[in-house]
């Protein structure tokens, strides 16, 4: 199966909000800090709300401050990483071919190609936008839905599922 498609910076952020949640502990880490925001300003509404008296608010800016760097960290962070690892590397740019079979994967863009065999693949996570191939517990490969047919993105799944172990 040959799949030619161009990254986005879209990709790289989808990238990186689909790569934390690939353990049950990560998804529940992400999922606390994304929640603790608005929780803290919350609790801290609710205080002002119950007690409106003038020292309440002013000991309640550590409150509305930390909800706010909180909220900072966990939703914009993100957006700002994939923006620069985007724009910082010259060979995600371009169009990018990756060819499935039975051997491995072999990518080419301009500027250079990769082939790597299914040996040396040890996981993949698919999410709603794409597909991360991983070659370590941090690096890997995407290949975007959107370049795939719904029949493609169906022989894509049954590739990887028979040549990759998820308990590697």
Known sequence: MEVIYQLTQRD?????IAHPYGSTLR??????????API???????????SPLTNTLANLHPLFILATLWGVLVWALPWWSARNQYLKQPGAHGPRTALVDAVGVHW???GGS???EWKNFIRHL???????????PVMFNTVPKRALTPEQISELRTILARNISQGR
């Open 12 to 16: 790289f952020f989808d990238s990186f």
């Open 27 to 36: 998804k529940w880490t992400i999922g606390v800090a994304a929640y603790g």
């Open 40 to 50: 803290f300003g919350g609790v801290g509404l609710l205080v002002y709300a119950v």
């Open 108 to 110: 080419r863009w301009d």
């Open 114 to 116: 990769s082939d790597v």
């Open 126 to 136: 698919e999410s709603k936008h794409l597909f991360l191939l991983y070659l370590s």
